[in-house]
């Protein structure tokens, strides 16, 4: 079967379940309502005897023994203690309860002392519960009745241990008979329970109640401090919800044992009055809001949940503006919490939540105790000490069991932050390895990255020197290509184009040095007969002769020999004067003639006429009129005979 469909149908079985039996609690507490008002009608007394009292052991009041009078306007005490048998009615109801009585009910117990010795003795009301219980005596000295006071004009009692229940102590004379008149008054349920004990008895009966409630108050407050730790440390609303319901447990305890009013309260009326309805309103308060944490109905049963809510907050705010309840409202709501809460744990339990069960078991033991208390408190069951304590010891049980599933939460809780810490740890150990594997993947990629642009750089190193080195070529050509184009092949002189610029350049340093700038052109004589006659190799060994032979005389890192054009030759000397040029000019002259080419066994004789001229060069004076000058010394020393020198000079 579809897995949705069988946890559909297991809510629809859960709300007819609950929608039953809250039909079959509301049908019994009406019929319990008209039950407790019609059946305790009661009828005339007849005498049906004494209760014989002794001092060995406690006399259980039976409702055979006792009459009853409700107490109204029209009857004041002095009628009702001085009236006849005829008024009193017997009661009903095998277990002295009377149910809801408005009215202060008066109770008559004929009792008789059957020792030949006094007797004391001490009549209990095993219920606290009551607003003021009165129990009155005739005196028979003082011919009137003397009154003790329990409930809310209680006083302490002198020398004797305090009972939490209300307790009458009084003696009776050896055979005595008497009648004993009890005046309660409650709004509660009328229920008296008594019991007649010799003192010592019931002197005993308080020590043992005293222990067995300390170890059970005991326990309660343990949990409630145990609880309130987890709280403090987890945090978790459930702890504190839980330690308030426990509280308010230990509050309805100390209500429904007596001991509150006994020991905590005294006598503050207004307490007295509200604590025991109180008790119970905060009692299924805090159980119902614990019960939606607990069993998590927010989450499991939203409309149960929802249910509460509204109940509970109508509740406490009508609480809270001065109107109660209705006590038939309250106790259905509180009977149909039990149920709810029963009925919830049992769906959850089913449903396969495990702490469920604890809170079934608890809650069974807490139903069925206080069903038992109940019943015993409308009079189905007889007063038993055992259901008197074993509401107490449900609660503990509960409390117990519960504390239990809270633990097993907590270490379920404990297992399941194990495990999400395990899956947070994997997932940070995963998230921390892919890390690592990116990492490592960048710092490849950067390696990477950083090897081509180390490959690039070098490429580029290698190309720039290639460039560098080209460049560097080029330059060399370029200077080779300039040189060429500036030197005579031949004679490995300057050539003309040289002796142009740098005739322009060191013009233009004399003018602004204002200095001189002197030249010299030197002329082979007869060139044309050696090349006619030995041949132009053999000219062209002269012209090479020619110019070492003047290179030899040019020593001055400023002056420049060029050649001329065909056998002529130029000497430029910047600062050179006319007196060190003629010098200059006539040892190149002599040196020439006393020198000669030796050229195919031929010794070859030359000889050179040279033109001087030196110039202040200005921008008068440029360069051109200073060729032209020495040009026509050259000319002159030609016409006069060659072999000679001839000088311009235009300082
Ligand atoms: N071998 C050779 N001869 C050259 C070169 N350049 C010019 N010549 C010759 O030089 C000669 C110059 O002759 P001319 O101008 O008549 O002069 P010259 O014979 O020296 O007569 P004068 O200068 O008047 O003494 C020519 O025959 C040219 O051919 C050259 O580079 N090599």
Not at 84 to 92: A, C, F, M, P
Not at 288 to 313: C, E, Q
Request: with cysteine.
């Amino acid at each position: 079967m579809d897995l949705r469909f069988k946890e559909a149908a297991v809510t629809k079985r859960f709300y007819i379940s609950l929608l039953a039996t809250t039909l079959v609690i509301c049908a019994l507490l009406t019929i319990n309502q008209y039950l407790m008002v019609s059946t305790n009608t009661g009828s005339p007394v007849t005498n049906k005897g004494d209760i014989s009292l002794s001092n060995y052991s406690p006399v259980v009041v039976k409702a055979e023994h006792i009459s009853y009078l409700t107490e109204n306007s029209s009857i004041n005490t002095n009628d009702l203690l001085n009236s006849t048998l005829g008024q009193w009615k017997t009661i009903e109801s095998k277990h002295l309860s009377l149910g809801r009585r408005d009215m202060a009910i008066w109770y008559r117990i004929p009792i008789k002392n059957t020792n030949a010795t006094t007797i004391n003795q001490v009549l209990e009301i095993q219920w606290p519960n009551l607003y003021s219980a009165e129990l009155y005596r005739y005196n028979t000295n003082l011919l009137s009745y003397a009154v003790q006071h329990r409930g809310l004009s209680t006083q302490p009692i002198p020398n004797r241990t305090s009972s939490p229940t209300p307790a009458f102590y009084f003696t009776l004379a050896p055979h005595e008979s008497t009648v004993l008149y009890l005046r309660v008054k409650t709004s509660y349920f009328q229920y008296v329970p008594m019991t007649f004990w010799a003192e010592t008895l019931f002197q005993q009966q308080l020590q043992s109640k005293i222990i067995i409630y300390s170890l059970c108050f005991g326990a309660l407050s343990a949990m409630l401090i145990f609880n309130l730790f987890l709280f403090l440390k987890l945090r978790s609303k459930t702890y504190i919800f839980y330690s308030m319901y426990i509280l308010s447990i230990n509050f309805y305890q100390l209500c429904v044992t007596g001991y509150g009013q006994n020991l905590l309260w005294f006598n503050n009326i207004p307490l007295k009055l509200i604590s025991y309805e109180l008790s119970v309103y905060l009692g299924f308060l805090f159980c119902n809001v614990f019960i939606r944490y607990f069993l998590h109905l927010k989450r499991n049963l939203k409309r149960v949940n929802s249910i509460l809510i509204i109940y509970w907050s109508m509740a406490t705010l009508s609480l809270l503006m001065g109107y109660s309840i209705p006590q038939q409202v309250s106790e259905i709501v509180a009977a149909l919490s039990c149920i709810i809460a029963l009925f919830t744990g049992y769906y959850l339990f089913i449903r396969g939540y495990r702490n469920a069960l604890y809170f079934c078991i608890a809650w069974v033991f807490l139903t069925l105790s206080a069903i038992a208390l109940l019943l015993m408190v409308i009079g189905f069951l007889p007063y038993s000490p055992i259901i008197e304590y074993g509401q107490m010891m449900g609660f503990v049980t509960a409390v117990l069991t519960i504390s239990l599933a809270l633990a097993g939460n907590l270490h379920v809780e404990r297992l399941h932050r194990i495990v999400a810490q395990e899956k947070a740890l994997q997932l940070e150990k995963q998230v921390s390895n892919e890390r690592a594997a990116k990492l490592a993947a960048h710092k490849a990629l950067l390696k990477a990255q950083d090897e081509q642009n180390a490959l690039l750089e070098q490429k580029v190193i290698h190309r720039t020197h290639e460039l560098e080195f080209l460049a560097h070529q080029l330059e060399t050509a370029n200077q080779q290509l300039s040189e060429i184009s500036l030197t005579d092949p031949l004679t490995n002189l300057n050539n003309r184009r040289f002796l142009d610029q740098n005739l322009e350049m060191v013009s233009k340093s004399a003018t602004r040095a204002n200095s001189t700038l002197s030249m010299l052109l030197i002329d082979i004589d007869h060139f044309k007969n050696i090349n006619d006659t030995y041949g132009h190799l053999a000219g062209d060994t002269c012209l090479v002769k020619i110019a070492g032979i003047l290179k030899k005389h040019i020593n001055r890192a400023t002056d420049s020999i060029a050649r001329y054009g065909g056998e002529e030759f130029a000497i430029v000397l910047p600062g050179t004067h006319e007196k060190d040029l003629v010098i200059i000019a006539e040892a190149l002259r002599k040196d020439v003639a006393d020198s000669h080419v030796s050229f195919n066994g031929h010794k070859i004789k030359l000889t050179v006429s040279i033109g001087c001229a030196t110039v202040r060069p200005s921008e008068f004076i440029p360069p051109d009129c200073l060729i032209a000058l020495t040009d026509k010394a050259l000319y002159r020393a030609k016409n006069n005979g060659r072999n000679r020198c001839e000088c311009s000079f235009t300082l």
